[in-house]
């Protein structure tokens, strides 16, 4: 039976129109928020983006045109690779081309089993112009601008156990590199600057595994090269001749050696007094 008195509806029509005003005003609030938001970054970004774009547009054009002058021979037009001469870059990122074109190891002179250290044909600006081109082209990994102010704040004792769990077994306790299969081998260290080394783990060139954010975080990177340029190639091996930094084999073999000799004067000498 229906109510005729002022004011008086069917139960739970005014709060379905109060659930309804309520909800109609809250999408009002967030469109409102994001319009006054949209406005403000369009009011404070361009001008950012102004002074960014020109200089990383054109280190990218610088780096094609290098590209094209030294590389297309053996990796293409846009880096897509030549079968037989080289693979493709796409994907590749810049944090390769810095190791492998700031390392001189490309451009290849022969094909070997490793490429091999030279002295660089290209300046340090000029790798990194190739390094963003290389980038432009795809999704990879690329050294950070910061690498210098991570290495200054760097932990030289974790630095110390991470390059013993992880470097060590390749490169020598020495850093002086050693042997590994199929003719390749673990470079030494000793001429290896801070971008090198973290272009080195970023990319994980030849037989080198990748050391990714997610393995070594950026923190753990720069106590590992501080390490590398505080302790290994600035020690001045305080215990004597350091037998080429190889580590305990040649360090046993040397022992061996000396022994086997001392051994062999030793019974000369015994016998003689006989």
Same mark, same amino acid.
């Given at each position: 039976?229906?109510?005729?008195?002022?004011?008086f509806?069917r139960?739970?029509?005014?709060?379905?129109?109060?659930?309804?005003?309520r909800r109609?005003a809250g999408?009002a609030?967030l469109?409102?928020?994001?319009v006054?938001a949209?406005?403000?970054?369009?009011l404070?970004?361009?001008?950012?983006?102004?002074?960014e774009?020109p200089?990383?547009?054109?280190?990218?054009?610088?780096?094609?045109?290098?590209f094209?002058?030294?590389?297309?021979t053996?990796?293409?037009r846009s880096?897509g690779?030549?079968?037989?001469?080289?693979?493709?870059l796409?994907?590749v990122?810049?944090? *390769?081309v810095?190791?492998?074109? =700031?390392t %001189?190891?490309?451009? $290849?002179a022969?094909?070997?089993?490793q490429?091999?250290?030279? !002295?660089p044909?290209?300046t340090?600006?000029e790798?990194?112009?190739?390094?963003?081109?290389?980038d432009?082209?795809?999704?990879g990994?690329?050294?950070p601008?910061?690498?210098?102010?991570l290495v200054?704040?760097?932990?030289l004792a974790?630095g110390g156990?991470?390059?013993?769990?992880?470097c *060590?077994?390749c490169?020598?306790? =020495?850093? %002086?590199g050693?042997? $590994?299969?199929?003719?390749k081998?673990?470079?030494?260290?000793h !001429?290896?600057?801070?971008?090198?080394i973290?272009?080195?783990?970023?990319?994980?060139?030849?037989n080198m595994?990748?050391?990714?954010?997610?393995?070594?975080?950026?923190?753990?990177k720069?106590?590992?090269?501080?390490?590398?340029?505080?302790v290994?190639?600035?020690?001045n091996?305080?215990?004597g001749?350091n037998l080429?930094?190889?580590g305990p084999?040649?360090?046993?073999?040397?022992?061996f050696?000396?022994?086997?000799?001392?051994?062999?004067?030793?019974?000369?000498?015994?016998a003689?007094?006989?």
């Amino acid at each position: 039976m229906h109510d005729s008195r002022p004011g008086f509806t069917r139960p739970g029509a005014p709060v379905r129109l109060s659930r309804a005003r309520r909800r109609a005003a809250g999408i009002a609030r967030l469109v409102t928020a994001l319009v006054l938001a949209g406005g403000a970054y369009a009011l404070f970004a361009p001008a950012a983006q102004a002074q960014e774009e020109p200089r990383s547009s054109a280190a990218v054009a610088e780096g094609e045109a290098l590209f094209e002058v030294g590389c297309i021979t053996c990796h293409g037009r846009s880096a897509g690779g030549v079968e037989g001469r080289g693979p493709s870059l796409i994907n590749v990122g810049g944090a *390769s081309v810095e190791f492998q074109v =700031g390392t %001189g190891r490309m451009p $290849l002179a022969r094909q070997e089993a490793q490429a091999q250290r030279k !002295p660089p044909l290209y300046t340090d600006e000029e790798v990194r112009q190739l390094a963003a081109y290389i980038d432009s082209l795809g999704v990879g990994t690329v050294v950070p601008d910061n690498v210098d102010a991570l290495v200054d704040e760097a932990n030289l004792a974790r630095g110390g156990e991470l390059f013993r769990v992880n470097c *060590s077994q390749c490169h020598a306790f =020495g850093g %002086g590199g050693g042997a $590994l299969s199929s003719g390749k081998y673990a470079p030494s260290l000793h !001429p290896a600057s801070d971008r090198i080394i973290y272009a080195a783990m970023l990319s994980g060139p030849q037989n080198m595994p990748v050391f990714g954010d997610s393995t070594l975080t950026p923190g753990q990177k720069a106590d590992l090269i501080a390490y590398i340029q505080q302790v290994i190639q600035t020690d001045n091996d305080p215990g004597g001749f350091n037998l080429g930094r190889y580590g305990p084999s040649t360090e046993g073999l040397a022992v061996f050696l000396v022994g086997i000799v001392a051994l062999m004067f030793a019974s000369l000498w015994i016998a003689g007094k006989s």
